[in-house]
């Protein structure tokens, strides 16, 4: 079986792992562009990229898997490849349609909210919904509150179950996940050594406070067993391919980086086939670590007016920060964190992408003049605590992100910068056990948590659901959205015990009663 295909997240059909066939699988069905990949990316935490990129790989279907409060599944995209010639595209949905009700346990029908229904969508919902297998129609795209409404015209499709949602922004996906999991047959518990019960049993063992009931975990243990997921662990990742996108405003030096990150290496230029854009990733390889650098013929490219040229370098963050796992927000040292970066920034933190802020033209703020005491223009040499400081305070929400000063001009500190997109594309993929994460809860003292008391939450008990960035599902007394500094200081306390350097963290209320 296909190892590197699995511990990316998914495997192409003739590479599905022994142990995965067992699971329950889930099909994701529809025309293209409602948002299938989307959906599926965010469902596994890989992404569909990471196929697409070889070229002259025939694939239909691709899988993925996928837990949910602790049991877990396989998922299917079988939007994998539709043929561009839009006379092929009815038939080949419907072929892909057919093998999805053949296989599979649970089927979802992705329809895109923001526009009318179109006959492809009539004929494929009659056909599933002809077919037997408890079917579910997620209404995408549906980013806003106000679009919701809009769902309930799908309800002429006849479907039973119809869910809202935005695979992009990740509303709803809970509740549809639920609703799934509900119908899936629960997991068939004949892999004796793959019964995890150490952790588990552990905890209940010390279990003393009243406040995280037992009760979840006996579910664990029992009904769904935790399997060992040896691919999944963390560490097991080293020689897989990390995705970089290089981030920054007009002029930070992302080219020059970019030239001396790839340059002294044999650096493989590779256009990603079937593409018709001029994206070009650039692959250097260093200690069986793959690094890809995503869309380098972008980070080149040079707006015409220097307002244009800032606008540019936003969407172009935007662009690259979706086909990325690890972003490097470039800065200059000279001018500081400008209100540009801090919008590159914000974009990079809400995207999920690890993050690792490097401060260049470092020899700028350090290199002395003829007086060997002060800088050219007449400064004192800049301090790296103080400098570093004055950054985090005006990019506070990335405090997770490492923070590197470099020179790309000079080359200096480039491999610093491949050491630690290793160390954090490893850490976005960590999974912490739902034992751990208990034994961690009863310690946190949240009486230390600034959050005002109607808006404090009981946690019974708390999950890890995903990884890359890692979620955490919260099992809360109250259906709330968490405040934002409970979030926080949750969030820094995961970090303090876990790490998930460089990560951000997201977080999902479940009330349970
Ligand atoms: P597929 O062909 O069905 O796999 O569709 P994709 O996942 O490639 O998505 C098609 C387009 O819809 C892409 O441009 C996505 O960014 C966009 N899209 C997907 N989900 C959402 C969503 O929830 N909201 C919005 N606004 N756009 C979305
Ligand atoms: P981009 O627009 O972000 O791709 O920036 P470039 O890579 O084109 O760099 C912009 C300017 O900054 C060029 O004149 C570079 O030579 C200069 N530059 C880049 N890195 C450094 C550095 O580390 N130190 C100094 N002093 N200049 C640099």
């Not at 009243?210 to 080293?238: C, I, K, M, N, T």
């Amino acid at each position: 079986r296909d190892v590197e295909a699995i511990a990316a997240g998914f495997s192409v059909e003739t590479g599905v792992a022994a142990e995965a066939a067992d699971l329950p699988l889930i099909a994701v069905c529809g025309r293209p562009n409602v948002g299938k990949s989307t959906l599926f990316n965010r469902l596994t935490g890989s992404r569909r990229s990471i196929v697409g990129d070889e070229p002259g790989i025939t694939r239909d279907r691709i899988y993925g898997e996928i837990e949910w409060m602790g049991r877990d599944a396989r998922i299917v995209d079988t939007g994998g490849v539709v043929p561009d010639d839009e006379a092929l595209i009815p038939s080949e949905i419907f072929r892909q349609a057919q093998v999805a009700l053949e296989e599979a346990d649970a089927i979802v029908m992705v329809v895109d909210g923001r526009t009318e229904l179109a006959s492809p969508d009539l004929e494929l919902s009659r056909l599933l919904l002809r077919g037997g297998k408890p079917v579910f129609l997620a209404v995408n795209k549906m980013d806003t509150d106000a679009l919701l409404a809009g769902a309930e015209n799908f309800r002429r499709l006849g479907f039973r179950n119809v869910m809202p949602i935005s695979a992009e922004h990740g509303s709803g996906i809970g509740d549809l996940l639920d609703a799934v999991f509900e119908v899936l047959p629960e997991e068939q518990d004949h892999e004796p050594e793959a019964v995890m019960l150490t952790a588990d049993n552990e905890l209940e063992e010390d279990e003393d406070g009243p406040d995280f009931s037992p009760e979840p975990l006996q579910h664990e243990a029992g009904a769904a067993p935790v399997r060992v997921r040896r691919l999944r662990s963390h560490g097991e990742y080293d020689n897989k391919e990390t995705k970089v996108a290089i981030i920054g405003r007009p002029n930070v030096g992302k080219s020059t980086l970019l030239n001396a990150l790839t340059g002294t290496d044999r650096a493989i230029v590779s256009p990603i086939a079937g593409t018709t854009r001029d994206a070009v990733d650039e692959v250097v390889e260093r200690g069986g670590h793959n690094f890809r650098f995503v869309d380098t013929a972008g980070i080149r490219r040079k707006g015409k007016t220097k307002l244009m040229a800032e606008k540019l370098s936003v969407i172009m963050a935007r662009k690259h920060l979706e086909a990325a796992d690890v972003s490097l927000l470039v800065i200059d040292a000279g001018e500081g964190v400008a209100a540009a970066d801090a919008n590159i920034g914000g974009y990079a933190h809400e995207s999920g992408r690890s993050v690792i802020i490097v401060i260049n033209k470092w020899d700028l703020m350090t290199k002395v003049g003829p007086d060997g005491m002060r800088l050219f223009d007449g400064k004192p040499p800049a301090d790296q605590k103080i400098y570093e400081q004055d950054v985090r305070d005006k990019l506070k929400y990335l405090d997770y992100a490492p923070l590197l000063f470099i020179s790309a001009a000079d080359g200096k500190n480039i491999e610093s910068v491949f050491k630690k997109v290793e160390l954090v594309s490893r850490e976005r993929r960590k999974r912490v056990t739902t034992g751990q994460m208990n034994r961690f809860l009863e310690k946190v003292d949240f009486q230390k948590a600034s959050v005002p008391m109607n808006k404090r939450v009981r946690i019974y008990y708390m999950t890890q659901a995903a990884v890359a960035p890692p979620t955490f599902v919260l099992f809360t007394d109250k259906d709330v959205k968490l405040h934002f500094s409970f979030e926080r200081f949750l969030g820094n306390q995961i970090r303090e015990n876990f790490g998930f350097i460089g990560s951000p963290i997201w977080f999902k209320v479940k009330a349970r009663n």
